[in-house]
C-alpha cells in the first residue's frame, strides 16, 4: 500500500500556511472573502503623521529604477551595496557595509537537446525572449537562466515526469513501476523548494533533472483563457524561466561551506554537498518544456491515473509518467566556482535604550539585471522608510530602542548574507533582539499578505488600521481581511527572517500579492522587470508606498512605545491549534504517542502568561519604568527558550521547536516540526524524546515571563 504516513505528512504541510519569497498560499477559507464596510481610519500621532507624510511613490519608483537597471547578482555589484548606505546616511543613519568570504558559483554554459525514438530531435531554446519594450531584457550583461548552487555535469538517458518531484510523488512513481534509477527526470515547479526536487530525484539514483513552469499555475490570467501574454497583456510570456537556488534549504541555510559559523577568508570549509547537489539541473519555461512532456504521452502512466495533488498542469500533455522507449534527452551544465565576497549594507539608529533593539530587513541581490518585485520592491521600500525616519531625525528624535536598518546580500543562493551575519552577532542578538521586519517581495499586486510569530500578530492587525490603501477610501486592514480571511500566517523559510527565528527572535515578513485575477508575476524571470511592474504588477508604484507607509509605521512603534507591544498570550492561543492539529496527526494512524508532557508544559505556558499580562498592567497603572523595563526583557527574550533544546533531528541549524519548515517543503511549515515529522516517519522513539524536548523548550520560555 502506498505509504499511508507520508500522505498523512503532505496533508498536514498542505493545510499549512506559508509565504516565503513567493509561494503558495493556503488558507482556511479559499477565495476572497466577502468585502465588508470600510473600517475607520485609526488616528495618528503627530510624530507617525510626520513618517507617512515622507512616503512618496515617485521616490520609490526611483530607487526601484536604480536597482533593477544594474547586475546585482550576489556578491557581484558592490557599488550597489555602497550606495545604498549612502542613502541611508542621507537619512542620518550610522552606515557601514560588511563583507563576508563566501562559496558562490556561477553559470558558464549549458546544453539540452531531446532525441525521438525515430532520430529526429527537438533543441529547446534555454533562454528568454529580448522585448523591444522591456529594455533591461536585451541587456548585453542580462543573466542566464541558471540554478544557483547547481552541479556542474552532464547526463543523457530516458526521463520521466516526477510531478512536482515531493519524496511521495516518488513514491508514487516506484509504487506504480515506474523505473527511476539512471533516468533524468522533469519536474513542475511549485510545492516543495526547487532545491528539494533535486535532492530527491538524486537521493532516487536519477542522473539530472530539468524544473519547468506550468502555466495551472497562473490562476486564471493566461492565455487559454483569452489574455494576451506579456508585454501585450498580462498573461506569462512563454519564455519565461524561473531561475533559483537548489540548496537544500531545509537541511540548514547560509553559506554550505561554513555551517553555524560565519564566513571569513580563514573560515575552515565544510563540505559543502551536505546541501548541495551532484547532478546537474537546468529550468526551462513551459515553452521548452510542452515538448518534452508531449514526448512522454502514451508511454508509463497517464497523468490522471496518477493520482496525486497537482500532478497534472495546463500544457499540451497527458503528463504521463514515462518513459518513452529510444526517446532521450542529452543535458549538459557548466558551473564555475567562487569563494568571493558578499556584502550586507547595515543601518543604524542607537536607541535610548541600547538593550532592546529592532531589526528591519530585505535583500538587494537578485538573479536577474530586474527583480522590480523580488527583492527590489522590498528594497526600494526600505530605502524610502530610512529616508521617513530622517525626517524625524532632522528634529532631534531618538528612539526608545535602536533600530537596525539591514540590506542583504546572497539571500537568492541561500539566505547567505543574513544568516553569515547572525553567525557572527549572535551574542549581541541573543542580548538585545526583539524583534525582526522582514520585507523580501514587497509588491506584485495590491493584496496584502503577512507571517509572523504569535506576538506580533495584534501589533501587525493594528497598525495596518493606520494605514489608507491604494488611494481609496479602504484601509490596508480591510484589503488583507479580504485577501486572507483575518489569518497571518506561520512562518517556515525561504527569506531573511530565517535565522532569526531559529535563535529564538521573533519575526513577521510582509508583502502585498497579487491574486488569482491579477497580472501574472514572472518569479526570478527576466521579466521581474521595472516595465513589468510599472505597467502590470503596481502602476504607479501605490502599493509600494502603502506598503512603505506600513512598514514604518510598525517599526516606529515597536521602537518607541514605553511597554513593548508583543502579546505574549497568543503564544499560548497558538500553541493550542498547533497541539489540536498534531493530536489529529496522531489519532489518524495505528500508533499511539504519549504527548501529556507537552499538553502539561502548554498549560504551564498559559498559566504565565496571565502572569506576564498582570505585572504589566501593574507597571503602566504604577507608571514604574523599573517594572516596565522588567517586562519589556521577559517579552523580549522568552523565545530563546523554544530554541533552548538543540536543533531538530538531523538538521540541527533549525533549533526552533515549535515550527520550522518541513523537511520536504523548505518554504512550507510544520509545527511542533521534530515530534510530527518523527513520528510519520514512523520513528517513535525519536518523536517521543522530541515530546520532552519540546516541553521542556516551553517551560524554559515559561520560566521566562513566570513572575
Known amino acids: 500500500m502506498w505509504n499511508m504516513r507520508t500522505q498523512l505528512l503532505s496533508a498536514a504541510l498542505a493545510a ?91 553559470p558558464v554554459n549549458k546544453s539540452l537537446s531531446l532525441t525521438y525514438s525515430n532520430g529526429s530531435t527537438f533543441q529547446p531554446l534555454l533562454d528568454e525572449a529580448v522585448l523591444d519594450v522591456d529594455e533591461t531584457t536585451s541587456y548585453p550583461n542580462r543573466v542566464p537562466t541558471f540554478h544557483g548552487y547547481s552541479a556542474s555535469g ?95 534549504l531545509s537541511t540548514y541555510p547560509g553559506d554550505p561551506t561554513t555551517p553555524g559559523y560565519p564566513s571569513k577568508p580563514d573560515s575552515p ?75 550586507d549594507t547595515i543601518g543604524i539608529i542607537n536607541g535610548t535604550n541600547p538593550d532592546e533593539t529592532i531589526i528591519i530587513g530585505n535583500h538587494r541581490d537578485a538573479w536577474i539585471i530586474g527583480g522590480a518585485a523580488d527583492p527590489n520592491s522590498g528594497t526600494a521600500i526600505i530605502v524610502e522608510l530610512s529616508k521617513a525616519f530622517g525626517k524625524l531625525l532632522a528634529q532631534g528624535w531618538r528612539p526608545k530602542r535602536n533600530i537596525v536598518l539591514c540590506s542583504w546580500d546572497a539571500e537568492e543562493y541561500g539566505l547567505v548574507g543574513s544568516t553569515e551575519f547572525v553567525e557572527e552577532y549572535i551574542p549581541w542578538l541573543t542580548d538585545t533582539a526583539v524583534s525582526y521586519l522582514n520585507i523580501d517581495v514587497g509588491a506584485t499586486g495590491a493584496w496584502p499578505y503577512f507571517d509572523g510569530t504569535p506576538e506580533l500578530h495584534e501589533i501587525s492587525v493594528d497598525v495596518m488600521k493606520k494605514v489608507p490603501w491604494m488611494d481609496t477610501n479602504r484601509t490596508m486592514y480591510d484589503a488583507w481581511l479580504e485577501y486572507t480571511g483575518g489569518e497571518i500566517g506561520v512562518l517556515g523559510s525561504g527569506s531573511d527572517y530565517t535565522s532569526f527565528v531559529h535563535r529564538g527572535i521573533g519575526a513577521i515578513d510582509i508583502s502585498a500579492n497579487g491574486g488569482s485575477n491579477d497580472p501574472v508575476y514572472h518569479y526570478h524571470s527576466n521579466y521581474d522587470s521595472y516595465h513589468w511592474m510599472s505597467n502590470f504588477g503596481d502602476p504607479g508604484f501605490l502599493a509600494h508606498k502603502y506598503m512603505a507607509k506600513y512598514l514604518t509605521l510598525l517599526a516606529y512603534n ?150
Open 269 to 343: 570549509r565544510a563540505d559543502r554537498y551536505v546541501v548541495m547537489p551532484k547532478i546537474p539541473s537546468i529550468p526551462i519555461s513551459y515553452v521548452d518544456a510542452t515538448p518534452i512532456l508531449a514526448a512522454l504521452d502514451g508511454h508509463g502512466v497517464d497523468g490522471e491515473a496518477v493520482n496525486r495533488t497537482r500532478w497534472v498542469g495546463a500544457l499540451n500533455a497527458s503528463y504521463s509518467t514515462g518513459p518513452a522507449p529510444g526517446t532521450t534527452i542529452k543535458m549538459s551544465n557548466l558551473m564555475e566556482d567562487e569563494y568571493t565576497d558578499i556584502w
Open 154 to 248: 552532464s547526463a543523457e538517458g530516458e526521463f520521466v515526469y516526477v510531478g512536482r518531484g515531493q519524496q511521495d510523488d516518488f513514491e508514487r512513481l516506484k509504487e506504480l513501476g515506474v523505473p527511476l534509477e539512471g533516468k533524468i527526470a522533469i519536474s513542475r515547479y511549485g510545492g516543495p523548494f526547487r532545491g528539494l526536487k533535486v535532492k530527491n530525484a538524486q537521493a532516487y539514483g536519477m542522473v539530472g533533472i530539468l524544473i519547468f513552469t506550468d502555466t495551472g499555475d497562473d490562476g486564471n490570467v493566461t492565455e487559454a483563457n483569452g489574455y494576451a501574454a506579456y508585454p501585450d497583456g498580462p498573461a506569462r510570456n512563454p519564455t519565461s524561466v524561473q531561475r533559483g537556488s537548489v540548496q537544500y
Open 16 to 106: 499549512a500556511l506559508c509565504q516565503a519569497c513567493v509561494h503558495e498560499h493556503h488558507f482556511k477559507n479559499a477565495g476572497l472573502s466577502k468585502r465588508q464596510e470600510a473600517t475607520p481610519l485609526a488616528p495618528l500621532s503627530p510624530e507617525e503623521q510626520i513618517l507617512v507624510d515622507s512616503v512618496s511613490n515617485v521616490t520609490i519608483s526611483e530607487w526601484s529604477y536604480y536597482y533593477t537597471h544594474g547586475y546585482h547578482v550576489a556578491g557581484k555589484n558592490m557599488t550597489m551595496a555602497e550606495w545604498t548606505a549612502d542613502r541611508f546616511r542621507d537619512g542620518g543613519w550610522n552606515a557601514s557595509v560588511i563583507p563576508y568570504h563566501v562559496y558562490l558559483n556561477y
Open 558 to 707: 515597536l521602537a518607541t512605545q514605553d511597554t513593548l507591544p508583543l502579546n505574549v498570550s497568543n503564544w499560548a492561543t497558538q500553541m493550542e491549534i498547533y497541539y489540536n492539529d498534531l493530536e489529529t496527526t496522531i489519532n489518524s494512524t495505528s500508533d499511539t504517542l504519549d504527548i501529556s508532557p507537552l499538553r502539561s508544559a502548554l498549560d504551564e505556558f498559559s498559566t504565565r502568561t496571565q502572569e506576564i499580562v498582570a505585572l504589566e498592567q501593574q507597571a503602566i497603572t504604577s507608571k514604574d519604568t523599573d517594572l516596565t523595563t522588567v517586562v519589556n526583557h521577559k517579552k523580549r527574550d522568552f523565545q530563546r527558550g523554544f530554541t533552548s533544546q538543540g536543533g531538530l533531528p538531523g538538521r540541527e541549524f533549525f533549533q526552533h521547536l515549535i515550527f520550522a519548515p518541513g523537511l520536504d517543503t523548505g518554504y512550507a511549515p510544520t509545527t511542533f516540526p521534530a515530534i510530527t515529522e518523527s513520528f510519520l516517519a514512523g520513528n517513535i522513539s525519536v518523536a517521543a524524546d522530541y515530546v520532552k524536548r519540546t516541553a521542556d523548550a516551553i517551560l524554559v520560555a515559561a520560566n521566562i515571563i513566570k513572575t
